[in-house]
């Protein structure tokens, strides 16, 4: 038996028991984890500052090796997150529906852990901690499969939070790190009926390989070519004010903004306004040919508007880029978001209420916003708590995945003899 | 462009319109279908008895003819469906959760169809306006992809059920088939992006290849190990009423029992008086020693348990068969159900509070009965008035699946000019 089949099966067996801890067993395993990652901090930073010297060695740049890097106030954040995870209401055996069949049967479809969850991340080790939390939380027992280039801190992590799991009466294989080479994670792509759901976190290369190669059911998540449309009706200020917050007070998250529609009607207007300010804050504006033009008089020397591809329309920067085009209507702008988005979030920016019903009707992605910035498109933000990831599938979960959204559910149903006639 | 990708984009198209229809407008179509499918019922019985004639001068088995053969009054429950299907809710729209943010962001958590819908199936021309009823009602446009032994009977109910539509102001091609030559469906399920969920319906092996080959997620239906675990606690009259029921009143069917459990301590009792009553049944029991030694001298000459294999615990027979084991506690019975179930359906026959409770939360399947018959799992037993097929993953949909499964969710924001700090 390989190596991934025998931890998935290890994890089965964890799953069970886990499946059945109490909210209070749960939570005091997750404050045990806490505890126990604050305690070894020295050790946790040791073990990354392998990876981190690795890394350098290796000509990593230097905003990837920020990523990777930990500090005693980083693990404390992983601490901190573990123990208000602790804090949410438990999503297992909430009651989604039930009622009283007409032959006496009681029926309630009821929330249950799926059981297994592979997760496959890149460098960042306190992805290890806040995946092994939400998972446990949930009931669900976790193989944790991370960058080769974070090996000894997620292995340094992965070891503390087992010891604190077990010192609480869990079994220890309620968390598991996987092997990092390329046959171990193609074995976990495959062990499907073993592991029930694999989530992908990273760049649209890692979630593209997980959902063409796995035969477990994949929930995709992050890829974020997000858009403003600015409307004909649209408060102009207000447009200004939400499509800056929206490119640059992150960039590089998938819910920043990478594209501008703006109405013909009110493009010379906000162009004019909207341009220079974005040249100031440092985006390069990459235009269709109405926006180069108005571009030409209003920006400053060497920060002209550059002219798009039809590649820069489907292409998610995550950078102090923003594609930007002027279309003749809202449903041309729609047209626009159908063909080039990628689900995520897309907002309108209106007075009208009939746009704003047109467009959250007609654009069919994760969240769609009327008046405010793209940017809010998060699980903390949607006051969940707590966020594996965001998914732009549609099927299971859409959007920011809180701990509900790491169930199943089953239907129990009571009698007393009924049978079928 | 092949022809697959070709029907795909233009049911997405559809798919936008239909997406927006009212109600009314659904509700209309689906009448129209039925009165268009009674209007047509010469046409389509006409088309099916080609089908007929070719599958008998193939030799095909009698019973998979029957499913095959169409007549007028199968005709008409198929209208009947489809008008039962306008009277039930509109799960479009549907708010699952919502409140305001502490920045006084509105958030809506809002059900929205999937798009487009691909149900592949065997030779039941029934489920052609089944499959696109539910599809419609949901929002969803569909391709059907039926089996090439219905394909003019699947032929002519398309082309009725797409006037029919067209009739009502919906586009045509809201209702699609499928060529049914390997290479479509290969294309079909290869489709990722431009098909949002495969949903196959029929036999195991149907269901496995769509599984492992599809890249389009899939909705994995119907394999039903269901189990009855009659308890020490057990009401054995009770328990031998259910046992038949569950295993003799339609034994082909996913949601029928297929393996019987008995706890030592009532063995004796439990198997001398249900053994000669299945025997009587018709029922052939593959019995483990035990059963087998029980069944020694209870049932008539020629009616005696066979001795199961070990592969006889992992079948779903579809047929008067019956695999039985005498199992040592409530613990053991769960381990054989967790080593050998397909996750459908199990029941526990118990007086036992404690042993129900144990059992409900221990046995992770889609449904979990209690002192009733498995053949209760079901769209139309649960109440949800439509079933487009049982799900047996973990992951969106679980159990029987009605019009809510068949929609996927979009967040809807609604602000002021809030932007993220």
Do not use: W
Request: aromatic fraction near 4%; charge should be negative; hydrophobic fraction near 45%.
């Amino acid at each position: 038996m390989s190596e991934i089949i025998e931890l998935a099966r290890r994890a089965r067996v964890a799953s069970y028991a886990l499946a059945e801890a109490s909210r209070a067993t749960k939570d005091a395993a997750l404050h045990a984890m806490a505890a126990a990652l604050r305690e070894n901090t020295d050790t946790i930073v040791a073990a990354n500052a392998k990876d981190v010297a690795a890394a350098r060695d290796a000509g990593t740049p230097e905003s990837t090796v920020d990523r990777l890097a930990l500090n005693p106030a980083r693990v404390d954040a992983m601490a901190a997150g573990l123990e208000q995870l602790a804090g949410l209401t438990d999503p297992v055996g909430e009651v989604v529906r039930g009622y009283t069949l007409p032959n006496g049967l009681e029926l309630r479809q009821v929330r249950v852990p799926f059981g297994v969850v592979g997760i496959i991340y890149e460098a960042r080790p306190n992805v290890t901690a806040d995946a092994a939390g939400i998972c446990l939380k949930s009931g669900n027992a976790v193989l944790l499969r991370g960058s080769s280039s974070a090996a000894a801190s997620n292995e340094a992590i992965v070891a503390v939070l087992r010891g604190a799991a077990e010192a609480t009466g869990l079994p220890a294989d309620v968390v598991q790190g996987v092997p990092t080479d390329r046959a171990a994670v193609k074995e976990l792509m495959q062990a499907r009926g073993l592991v029930d759901v694999l989530i992908p976190r990273g760049g649209a290369g890692l979630i593209q390989t997980v959902v063409s190669e796995s035969t477990v059911p994949v929930i995709e998540t992050g890829v974020g070519n997000c858009h403003v449309y600015v409307d004909a009706d649209a408060d102009l200020e207000l447009a200004l004010k939400i499509l800056l917050n929206a490119k640059t007070q992150r960039p590089s998250v998938c819910n920043a903004t990478e594209s501008l529609l703006v109405h013909a009607s009110v493009a010379d207007e906000f162009l004019a306004a909207a341009l220079p300010a974005l040249a100031e804050a440092g985006v390069t504006v990459h235009g269709d040919p109405a926006v180069v033009a108005a571009g030409k008089d209003v920006v400053a020397a060497g920060k002209d508007v550059v002219a798009a591809t039809e590649e820069d329309f489907g292409t998610e920067y995550n950078s102090l880029d923003l594609s930007a085009a002027v279309v003749e209507s809202l449903e041309a702008a729609v047209q626009h978001i159908r063909r080039y988005g990628s689900g995520h979030t897309d907002a309108i920016i209106t007075r009208s209420q009939a746009a704003a019903r047109r467009f959250t009707t007609a654009v069919d992605s994760a969240a769609v916003v009327v008046n405010a910035s793209t940017r809010f498109t998060d699980g903390g933000e949607f006051g969940f708590g707590a966020e594996i990831g965001i998914s732009t599938q549609k099927l299971h979960a859409r959007g920011p995945m809180g701990l509900p959204e790491m169930t199943s559910t089953k239907y129990v149903v009571t009698g007393e003899g009924q049978i079928r006639t």
